[in-house]
C-alpha cells in the first residue's frame, strides 16, 4: 500500500489526531498526536491491509529550537512490504507517551533505549531503566545540550592534553 | 517439590542468583547476564549490556559525512563492511548521488566475502560454545583467506573503510578477482566437510535440536532479523525483497529453517540457515565476477559533502540481519542525527524470554544461536 493511502486509512479512523503528511519524503512520514499512539499502532498492526507486524526501529530526534524531541517509530510489514514512519512531538522540558510495548514486544528494549540516551518517560513501560548507561549517570548524552558531568564515580571523565602538559 | 525435598533429606534448597560475564567466553564479547536459576534450571536470564557502548551515534554528529564511514565500522567488527554500506546508502539516497556500476560489484563482492567470514565465526564459536574445539579451528583457517583478501581489496583486516560515499575506496584489480575466485572453489566443498564434520555430528543435533523455539509471532513481536528470522520459516530477505545495489540482477535462494531436526525455529534452524547462506554468498560471488563490468570504482563526490535537509532510513541485509541506518540531515556538512539499528539488539532483547525453564548449559547454545554480537548491541 502507498504510503498516502496509509495516511488515508488514519485520517478516516483517528480524525484529527494524525496530521502534516510529508509524501515527498524519501520515507514519507507522518505526525501523530502523543495520546493516540497506542492506539494508532495497534490500529495499524492489526488491520486487514495494513498489517504492520513489526516495529523496525523506535528512536528519537532532539529539536531544542523548536523546544520538542519527536519520538520516531519505522514501522514494517512483511506481508505487503510497505512501510509507514509515525513521529510524535513531545515537549522537551517534560517529554512523556504511552508505551508501545503492548503491541510489539521489542518496544521495551527500543524505549528503554530512548530513554536512556533522550531521558523520554515511557509510561506503562514495565521496565524503564537505563540500558548502556549506568543508572547513577546524570543527564540524556544524545540531547543537543549534553554536557558531560566532570567525574563520575570518582574517577574523571576528562583527560588532560598530554602534550600540553608536558611543556609546562 | 522443593519442601518436599527439603523435609525428607534436611537439605536446604533455594534459588540461586548467578552472575554470567561480563566476560564469560561464550558471551561473544562483553555482555553479562544475571541468571536466577532453580538447581540447572534457569528461572530467569536478565541481559545487562552497554560495556561496550562507545557512543558512536553521537560521535556522528561531531564528524563529516565522509568522516563517519571509519566509525560506522566499529559497529559491528566482524561485519564491518556492511556498516559502511547501510550509511553510504543513507547518505547517498540523501544527496541524490550516484554509484558506478563497477562500484556496486565492488561493494556486493566485498559483502558477501564478509558475510561469509561473519557466518564462519558464528558457526564456528558456537560448535565451541557446545564444546566442539575443532570445528572452530577450521572456520577460523578459512577465515583468514577471507582476511587476507580483504588486505589486499582494501588494506585492512577488520576495520575496512572500504565502501565510501559514491562507490568504493579502491577497486578489485584482476588479480584480486581471480583469487577470490580460486576461493570460492576451494571454500565450497569444505561447506560440506564442515557439515561432515559438525553440522551432522549427533552430540551437535541432540543439543540444539527443540532448544528455545522461537515461534513465527514472536519472531516477529521482538522483531528478529536476518538468519534469526529465516530460522522460523520467514522467508525474507532484505537483497531480495527491499532490493539495494545490484542484488535484483543476482539469482540466490533464501534459506529457511525447516525443522530439519528438530522443531521449526529452534536453534539448530537458525544454524542450518547461516551454513546455507555461506553457500549462497559463493553463488553470488561467482556472478559479480562474471559480470563485473569495467569503469570507475567511485563517483565524482564533493569533498564538502552537503546532503539537502530530510532524513532517510537506509536497510542492508547484513550477517546479523536488518541492519538500518537512520540519518538526519539539516542541510549543514555534519550529520544532524545518526540512528544505527542492528539485529543483535533485538536479538538480545527476546533471550529473557527464551531462557525461561532451559538448562543454564543451553542458554549458552541460545546465544551461540542468535549470533549476538556485543559491539553490535551497545554501538
Known amino acids: ?168 | 517439590m522443593d519442601e518436599a525435598i527439603e523435609s525428607q533429606s534436611g537439605l536446604n534448597t533455594e534459588d540461586m542468583t548467578i552472575s554470567v560475564g561480563p566476560q564469560h567466553p561464550s558471551t561473544h564479547g562483553v555482555l553479562r547476564f544475571v541468571v536466577k536459576t532453580d538447581g540447572e534450571v534457569i528461572g530467569e536470564a536478565i541481559p545487562d549490556v552497554g560495556y561496550l557502548h562507545r557512543s558512536i551515534e553521537k560521535i556522528g554528529e561531531k564528524v563529516t559525512y565522509h568522516g563517519y564511514v571509519p566509525y560506522t565500522d566499529r559497529a559491528d567488527y566482524l561485519a564491518a563492511m556492511f556498516a559502511n554500506q547501510a550509511f553510504c546508502m543513507a547518505a547517498e539516497r540523501l544527496a541524490g548521488t550516484e554509484v558506478t556500476r563497477r562500484g556496486e560489484f565492488c561493494r556486493v563482492i566485498a559483502c558477501e566475502l564478509n558475510r561469509i567470514a561473519s557466518h564462519l565465526i558464528s558457526v564456528g564459536t558456537f560448535g565451541q560454545d557446545i564444546g566442539a574445539m575443532t570445528p572452530f579451528v577450521h572456520a577460523l583457517r578459512e577465515r583468514e583467506t577471507i582476511n587476507n583478501l580483504m588486505e589486499e581489496i582494501c588494506g585492512a583486516r577488520l576495520t575496512y573503510n572500504y565502501i565510501r560515499i559514491g562507490g568504493v575506496g579502491y577497486d578489485i584489480v584482476p588479480e584480486t578477482c581471480a583469487k577470490i575466485g580460486a576461493f570460492i572453489d576451494h571454500f565450497e566443498p569444505i561447506v560440506d566437510e564442515f557439515n561432515r564434520l559438525l553440522s551432522g555430528n549427533k552430540i551437535f543435533i541432540e543439543r540444539l535440536a527443540g532448544v528455545a523455539v522461537v515461534s513465527r509471532e514472536d519472531a516477529f513481536s521482538y522483531n528478529l532479523v536476518g538468519p534469526n528470522l529465516r530460522g522460523s520459516g520467514v522467508k525474507w530477505d532484505i537483497r531480495r525483497d527491499i532490493p539495494y545495489s545490484v542484488y535484483p540482477e543476482l539469482e540466490f535462494e533464501v534459506p529457511v529453517g525447516n525443522a530439519h531436526v528438530g522443531k521449526l525455529g529452534d536453534s539448530f534452524d537458525r544454524y542450518w540457515v547461516r551454513i546455507r547462506e555461506m553457500q549462497e554468498s559463493c553463488k553470488i560471488l561467482r556472478q559479480c565476477l562474471k559480470m563485473m563490468p569495467k569503469g570507475p570504482a567511485i563517483s565524482k563526490v564533493p569533498r564538502k559533502f552537503r546532503p539537502p535537509a530530510g532524513e532517510c532510513y537506509a536497510r542492508v541485509e547484513a550477517p546479523r540481519g536488518d541492519m538500518g541506518f537512520y540519518v538526519v540531515s539539516d542541510g549543514s556538512e555534519y550529520p544532524y542525527r545518526v540512528r544505527i539499528r542492528t539485529g543483535s539488539y533485538t536479538a538480545m532483547s527476546i533471550i529473557d524470554k527464551l531462557s525461561k525453564g532451559i538448562m543454564l548449559a543451553d542458554l549458552i547454545a541460545l546465544i551461540g544461536s542468535l549470533d549476538v554480537d556485543a559491539p553490535e548491541i551497545d554501538r
Open chain 1, 1 to 168: 500500500m502507498h504510503a498516502k493511502d496509509i495516511y488515508a486509512a488514519l485520517e478516516r479512523q483517528f480524525p484529527g489526531q494524525v496530521g502534516n503528511f510529508k509524501a515527498d519524503a524519501l520515507e514519507p512520514y507522518l505526525t501523530v498526536e502523543g495520546s493516540a499512539i497506542v492506539e494508532v499502532c495497534r490500529f495499524l498492526r492489526d488491520s486487514a491491509g495494513l498489517d504492520f507486524q513489526i516495529l523496525s526501529d523506535l528512536t528519537a530526534l532532539d529539536w531544542p529550537k523548536e523546544e520538542k524531541i519527536q519520538v520516531v517509530y519505522h514501522l514494517f510489514s512483511y506481508a505487503h512490504n510497505h512501510q509507514v514512519v509515525l513521529k510524535v512531538d513531545l515537549p522537551r522540558d517534560n517529554p512523556k507517551i504511552a508505551t508501545v510495548e503492548g503491541v510489539w514486544k521489542v518496544a521495551n528494549w527500543f524505549e528503554r533505549e530512548v530513554y536512556d540516551l533522550f531521558g523520554v518517560i515511557f509510561e506503562g513501560h514495565s521496565d524503564l531503566r537505563r540500558i548502556m548507561l549506568p543508572e547513577d549517570w546524570i543527564g540524556y548524552p544524545l540531547r543537543k545540550d549534553y554536557v558531560e558531568q566532570e567525574e563520575y564515580d570518582g574517577i574523571s571523565t576528562q583527560r588532560a592534553p598530554l602534550v600540553e602538559k608536558l611543556l609546562r
